[in-house]
């Protein structure tokens, strides 16, 4: 009598070979990832040999022999054809010398006389500059006039009173500021009517744009050799400056 009976899974596969078994292992390999990230080897270069710190060589003076301090080198001389740079306080080289709004303007005073400055950057917190006050602002007339006005003692006038806000300030892009001369300068704060003009960065429709520079009308009659002048007459400068620089 025949087996009907239909043949079972393990009844139709045949005998296991050691190829086959290769076959099984391969595949489960193959899929075994499947669903979930591959262990793939990271190759990383290999680093640089490290170079050691060599000490360098020090010497002391010969007998009798002495050291003497550097004498500090003279404020660059320019000319008008000089690089505008040359006569720019560039902000990323020296610190920025500022003052608070509250702040009086005897306190600016002293902060200016202590820094050996004439103007002072106006800030609020974060380095928002909401001004600029000047020697001019502090020594001339407008304390006393405020005082007046206000009906308050000299010494309680503040530099938020007499400074010049940050929105009246004229300000030149340093891209072209790199390309300008020193009698570039002269030109553009003779059209103004200031003593100072902002040098700025950053692209001109942001809101905040960082204050890269300033330009000090005294600063340059310095550099271009001019006498140091006892009054504070901006008329006067500006006449010196473009008779020296034959503006």
């Known amino acids: 009598m025949s087996n009907d009976r239909p043949a079972s899974r393990s009844d139709a596969m045949p005998p296991s070979s050691p190829e086959s078994g290769r076959t099984d292992r391969l595949v489960e390999r193959m899929f075994s990832g499947f669903g979930r990230s591959a262990d793939i080897p990271v190759v990383r ?27 500090q080198q003279r404020v660059l ?3 008008a054809e000089s690089p505008a740079t040359d006569v720019m306080t560039d902000l990323s080289r020296a610190a920025a010398v500022t003052t608070r709004p509250h702040a009086t303007v005897n306190e600016a005073r002293h902060t200016m006389v202590a820094q050996g400055v004439r103007a002072l ?19 001339g007339e407008r304390p006393i006039l405020v005082a007046q ?7 309680e ?11 009246a300030l004229e300000a030149m892009d340093l891209d072209e500021v790199l390309r300008a001369r020193v009698g570039d300068i002269v030109a553009s704060l003779r059209l103004s009517g200031r003593q100072h003009a902002l040098v700025v960065e950053g692209e001109a ?18 550099q271009l050799g001019l006498p140091a002048q006892t009054s504070h ?4 400068t500006f006449a010196d400056i473009e008779a020296a620089i034959g503006g």
């Open 157 to 167: 006038v503040l530099v938020r009173h007499v400074m010049t806000p940050a929105e």
């Open 149 to 155: 006005q206000r009906s308050i003692r000299h010494d």
């Open 121 to 139: 950057f106006v800030v609020e917190s974060e380095n928002v500059v909401v001004g600029v006050i000047t020697s001019t602002d502090v020594l």
């Open 233 to 236: 007459d901006v008329a006067r």
């Open 205 to 222: 429709a942001s809101p905040t744009r960082i204050v890269r520079g300033i330009f000090s009308l005294t600063q340059i009659a310095r």
């Open 77 to 79: 001389r320019v000319q």
């Open 45 to 71: 270069p290999p680093r640089p040999p490290e170079r050691a710190y060599a000490p360098l060589h020090q010497s002391r003076a010969v007998s009798g022999g002495t050291y003497r301090l550097q004498v």
